[in-house]
């Protein structure tokens, strides 16, 4: 008896992108932030303690900032890096290559299975559990995460309601008698969907649904369940050590207090902070995910 494995073997190129972000501020602002903070919270004004609105501090400001801009570039970014390994824009000033890594959603498109759909039922969500159950080791065990928009949330827990309603059940997930007599109706949320032994579980992020629209359902599906050889992870971070996350000063006069003394870099009265670090995403087996997107 004669036996042949075959297999195919495949190199995916990733690169570590840099992530900048920077806030300015002048002397006079910075001696008194924490003046202008208690002011609007609406405190040392007697009776007058309603609050108008809600004022952060800059590092606050600039930390909100900064984990925003890295979370929707490592989810959304696209290459810029040519089968050459050079990039194909440059700092216009000094000529130095910016590298722009793939985020998790252009690593999704390229390799996972599509599915276009008009009105989501629950076939189309088991549709997409058995195309993802051909590539898993197993076909039972699995955990699928979707990530989708608001609408596609929606769309599910409308399916999912009506998919329970057909059991009969009378538990008070459904409904319950409240103290004054009104009934409560329904339940708050459907976040896993189990069958045939696999379990689907959602996520919603609103930046899906300013990136994809909030009228049409989109949602990508990925394969959570570890690596069973050398539990290896399905999504990795990867960066150099110690810089996922770094924070800079330029100092002018006043320092970032605005009532600082000493060596300044620059004499603008002012200071300017800087939230920077190297980071870039893998989808370890992107041919194990799915793209559900409505028409």
Request: charged share 20%; aromatic share 14%; with cysteine.
């Amino acid at each position: 008896m004669y036996t042949k494995w075959q297999s195919n073997v495949e190199k995916h190129r990733g690169y570590i992108q840099t992530h900048r972000f920077d806030a300015s501020y002048s002397e006079r602002y910075a001696a008194l932030e924490n003046t202008f903070i208690k002011i609007a919270e609406g405190k040392g004004q007697g009776d007058m303690t309603e609050t108008i609105y809600k004022m952060d501090t800059v590092q606050k400001n600039l930390l909100d900032t900064f984990l925003t801009g890295r979370n929707n570039a490592l989810m959304f970014s696209k290459g810029n890096v040519g089968a050459d390994g050079k990039p194909t824009i440059v700092d216009p000033d000094t000529n130095r290559p910016i590298y722009i890594s793939d985020g998790l959603i252009p690593q999704v498109e390229a390799f996972a299975s599509k599915y276009a759909y008009n009105v989501l039922t629950i076939n189309t969500l088991r549709t997409a559990m058995y195309a993802l159950n051909e590539k898993a080791d197993k076909p039972t065990g699995n955990t699928y995460l979707f990530i989708c928009n608001e609408r596609f949330w929606y769309d599910v827990n409308k399916v999912l309601d009506a998919e329970l309603a057909q059991y009969h059940t009378d538990g008070t997930y459904l409904w319950s008698m409240k103290a004054n007599d009104y009934v409560a109706v329904g339940a708050k949320g459907f976040n896993t969907y189990n069958w045939a032994g696999n379990t689907i579980s959602f996520h919603v992020d609103r930046t899906f649904s300013r990136e994809f629209g909030f009228e049409k359902g989109y949602a990508i599906a990925i394969d959570l369940t570890g690596d069973k050889t050398n539990a290896q992870p399905p999504i990795a971070l990867f960066t150099l050590k110690g810089g996922d996350m770094m924070t800079s000063y330029l100092k002018g006069p006043g320092g970032l207090t605005g009532l600082e003394s000493g060596e300044v870099s620059t004499p603008v009265a002012g200071a300017k902070r800087i939230m920077w670090g190297y980071s870039s995403l893998a989808l370890f087996n992107p041919y194990r995910s799915y793209v559900l997107r409505q028409i």
